[in-house]
């Protein structure tokens, strides 16, 4: 008798659900077990699904995501700066700093950062879009607002490269210590670059 | 300006996928954010989704998946003794006592286990077709393999009270020690239930 195992669409998509962000062997199986309870679970998922990937799209401009049909709210907006445009690596963090309410200018996303050991190259990323930008928009400041880990700071200074070659002003978020948290919070490179980018009181 | 967020679809969608077993807010945004990439990758989850949902269903009899078309090989087995009859919370836990190769006899899932607090009452649970089952087949025993916690006990008890006016005999899964684990590793009322249950060498 071989060994018993589930039917071969539901290994599928215990395999597919596994391959998703986040998701391991154990919850993909328990989450696919899940939809199979009560018949009436997959439809709406695969509603959402439908129409999430019919009505949402990203702006060609700034990257963001936009229902189709609709203007982006950010790249048609005449209360932002167009000449001061913030390079995020993914459309999630173009909400993190929107929730911040310290930028007022418009963004690029880059849809992630250089890394040669996984085959990401300048190509791979909206680069060249972004420097058509700079250019047509005439903008004066680029905030490279990239994660500071290995991948980020080589994306930042590329770019940084590239804008200085073009006249246009490149710019880093600030480092240093985190909001609310103590000196035993933080690592020693951050307590290294807090000390020095210290302001005077 | 209103505070800016993702287009309603892809919210909605973050809050769908929310509302799955195992997926707090932060991984819910995530996963959509990472299917909202690349532009190929929804496609592949609905088709698979549907290809569940139209192939696989549960066995009439014992609740195990069975794919459409196919005979339940658990159910169909000559190579089984259907007069054994092992009781389990979910079809999951079929493939678990599977696996330990301990059995032989044929499944019934019940769908859950009765929890008077939400509201999972005999009625929900597939208790009534596994009294016919026991008249039908002419079952013998029936291992109660349910869980070993509050709501698990009280349905192996309301069961195995069922069965006793049945004529049937009811046991439970043995409690003590897990395999290879040492009694550091161990609660209490495991250690108690193990003493308890000791066997002679």
Redesign the interface.
């Known amino acids: 008798?071989p060994?018993?195992?589930?039917?071969?669409?539901?290994q599928?998509?215990i395999a597919?659900i596994r391959a998703?962000?986040?998701?391991g062997p154990r919850?993909a199986?328990?989450?696919?077990?899940?939809?199979?309870?009560d018949g009436g679970r997959?439809?709406?998922?695969?509603d959402?699904?439908?129409?999430?990937?019919a009505?949402?799209h990203?702006c060609d401009q700034c990257g963001f995501?936009?229902?189709r049909g609709?203007e982006c709210?950010?790249c048609h907006?005449s209360?932002r700066n167009h000449q001061l445009i913030c390079v995020v690596e993914?459309?999630?963090d173009?909400?993190r700093l929107?929730?911040s309410g310290a930028f007022t200018g418009v963004y690029h996303v880059l849809?992630g950062k250089l890394s040669p050991l996984d085959n990401i190259t300048p190509e791979d990323l909206r680069i060249q879009p972004l420097m058509e930008r700079v250019e047509a928009q005439k903008v004066e400041e680029v905030i490279l607002a990239v994660g500071s880990d290995v991948e980020g700071e080589a994306t930042a200074s590329y770019l940084s490269d590239l804008l200085r070659a073009q006249g246009v002003a490149a710019s880093r978020l600030a480092q240093g210590m985190p909001a609310g948290g103590g000196l035993d919070h933080v690592d020693e490179l951050t307590l290294y670059q807090a000390l020095q980018g210290r302001r005077r009181m």
Chains 1, 2 share one sequence.
């Open positions: 008798m060994a018993l195992d589930y039917p071969p669409p539901l599928r998509m597919q998703l962000p986040g998701l919850s199986e328990r989450l696919v077990l899940w939809l199979m309870q997959i439809e709406p998922l695969v959402g699904l439908r129409d999430l990937s009505r949402v990203s995501f936009i229902q609709d709210v950010l907006s209360k993914q459309a999630a173009v909400l929107e929730r849809g």
